[in-house]
């Protein structure tokens, strides 16, 4: 009995420690995503308490490269409400993304060859990191997010009538 709950402890805790802090769902409808990268952030301590909050917005934001370093703009993460203004943050600061350099070189290159973009897709504790997974993406027109959605609607219809029998 001790060891099957120690198991089930451990596997919670795991649990915990890989969850979803803020997710950026407008830029899957929006983008097609090529390809994912997951990055560290360099955040300052109220971030990180108003992101563990869930108080992060992705829905805007983007990424460039700038002097040969990943940059996330106009993210989005609310002031902490238990710090002073002296101490607290700028909501929409500009921050560093960190990767590899050969990740970078290699984005680069597809960003200037394929007319590509870097979108922020979700915000997610790894261990006691949190980080961010970009997506390389390529912007959809209006036919191609109709096409989609009748995929999708096709899928959901057939999911539903296998569930009946």
């Known amino acids: 009995m001790n060891k099957a ?12 420690a890989n969850r979803l802090l803020a997710e950026n769902r407008f830029a899957r409808h929006q983008y097609e995503i090529i ?9 300052v301590g109220t971030e ?27 993210v ?17 600061r500009v921050r560093k993304l960190l990767a590899h350099r050969r990740e970078i070189n290699k984005l680069q290159g597809m960003l200037d060859k394929k007319g590509l973009t870097l979108i922020p897709l979700n915000i997610h504790l790894k261990g006691s990191w949190i980080k961010l997974t970009i997506g390389l993406g390529k912007g959809r027109k209006l ?3 109709r096409q989609d959605e009748k995929k999708k609607e ?9 569930a009946r029998f």
């Open 154 to 162: 096709a899928t959901r219809e057939m999911k539903s009538a296998l």
């Open 143 to 145: 036919h191609d997010k």
């Open 35 to 43: 390809e994912t990268l997951e990055t560290g952030i360099e955040l």
């Open 5 to 16: 709950g120690n198991k089930k402890s451990k596997e919670l805790a795991r649990k915990a």
């Open 48 to 74: 990180v308490k108003s992101i563990r909050a869930g108080k992060a917005n992705l829905r805007d934001g983007f990424c460039l490269i700038r002097k040969s370093e990943l940059q996330l703009h106009n």
């Open 76 to 92: 989005h993460i609310s002031p902490h409400s238990h710090a002073s203004s002296y101490f607290n943050h700028d909501p929409l």
